[in-house]
């Protein structure tokens, strides 16, 4: 693989790129949460438009009369304008097309590695198209009048895409990620990380399944009342919330290896940093959930930390895989 035969300032160009579409991405993981949290999902009742306008109204005096039974004859009953509500999907939505625009600057960016490593090429190329299916999925969500499956699955596709982009740029970097030390890695650490990885993406399933039976819980409250909702909680959130425990000292373990065995200034141990700080926000994040009321917006940076964690995981995996001097994922 002639990865020398590459130009430096384009290869430093899909990296930027790619590295901020995976921020993008992030970005708008939070901004779907805080519009699921808020109850904001149906503030635009229908897509690509906003209440028939390609900018929404700021006041229902701009919509028509009967606007309310235009909408109920399309399958969308109570839908009544809330400028704030509106604005917000609407923000969500933009947030949403600017991704489209960056993956595609970083898959026509990533051209330069067709003739030297195709994968990566075709990485940052397949993550352009699930955009492009993810945009669709996004009108199914509110043709489906935010049913939880089509949004924890809108979700899970998001996930999936930082999952390409993070590979695409890590193998872009392979000569750098291989030159890691990681000698004192053991067969040990590799398969507590791959459990880590695996019981995050476990709590990340009962996660959407507490986040539906909230969803449910907050249209039986009308979105108010949130130091109620708790009473209403089913079991698989005690058992989501014992299970963070069991990520915490399985990642601890993991940072407490990578600090004895690396560098102040490897990667390793930055990410390892990265990683035990997003745990504990994400729990912090949870406990308020759980002992102040449900607040409104601790449910969307405890999704976001949910999703950068597994990132984080995913991208000390490559990291360790090219080190030991892997090539192939």
């Given at each position: 693989m002639k990865i020398n035969m590459i130009n430096p300032a384009a290869a430093a160009r899909f990296r930027r790129l790619g590295t901020l579409?995976?921020?993008?991405?992030?970005?708008?993981?939070?901004?779907?949460?805080?519009?699921?949290?808020?109850?904001?999902?149906?503030?635009?009742?229908d897509w690509p438009t906003c209440f028939g306008q390609w900018v929404p109204p700021t006041d229902e005096s701009q919509l028509p009369a009967n606007y309310h039974?235009?909408?109920?004859a399309r399958g969308y009953e109570s839908t009544?304008?809330?400028?704030?509500k509106t604005w917000t999907e609407y923000a969500n939505r933009l947030v949403g097309v600017s991704i489209g625009f960056l993956i595609f600057l970083t898959a026509w960016s990533s051209r330069i590695y067709f003739k030297t490593d195709k994968t990566t090429f075709y990485l940052a190329l397949s993550s352009f198209f699930l955009v492009g299916f993810q945009g669709w999925l996004g009108s199914a969500v509110v043709a489906s009048n935010l049913k939880p499956f089509m949004i924890t699955l809108h979700m899970l596709v998001a996930l999936f895409i930082v999952a390409l982009l993070i590979y695409a740029i890590s193998r872009s970097q392979k000569p750098l990620l291989s030159a890691l030390n990681a000698n004192w890695v053991t067969p040990r650490f590799r398969l507590v990380l791959k459990i880590a990885m695996g019981i995050t993406l476990i709590q990340v399933a009962m996660g959407t399944q507490v986040r539906e039976a909230v969803d449910f819980i907050a249209h039986q409250h009308?979105?108010?009342?949130?130091?109620?909702?708790?009473?209403?909680?089913?079991?698989?959130?005690?058992?989501?919330?014992?299970f963070s425990s069991i990520i915490l000292f399985t990642n601890l373990w993991l940072?407490?290896?990578?600090?004895?065995?690396?560098?102040?200034n490897s990667l390793l141990?930055?990410?390892?940093?990265?990683?035990?700080?997003?745990?504990v926000t994400a729990i912090l994040a949870g406990v308020s959930l759980d002992r102040l009321g449900f607040p409104a917006f601790a449910q969307p940076v405890h999704?976001?930390?949910?999703?950068?964690?597994?990132g984080a995981?995913?991208?000390?995996?490559?990291?360790?895989?090219?080190?030991?001097?892997?090539?192939?994922?």
């Open positions: 579409t995976i921020f993008a991405v992030y970005f708008v993981i939070l901004v779907g949460g805080i519009v699921r949290a808020s109850g904001a999902g149906m503030g635009c009742p039974q235009i909408y109920a009544t304008f809330n400028p704030v009308s979105y108010i009342d949130r130091e109620y909702w708790r009473d209403s909680f089913p079991l698989i959130f005690y058992v989501h919330r014992s940072a407490w290896k990578i600090f004895k065995n690396v560098d102040n141990l930055k990410v390892a940093y990265a990683l035990m700080g997003l745990i999704l976001l930390m949910a999703n950068l964690i597994f995981q995913f991208f000390l995996f490559i990291c360790l895989h090219y080190a030991t001097g892997k090539t192939h994922l």
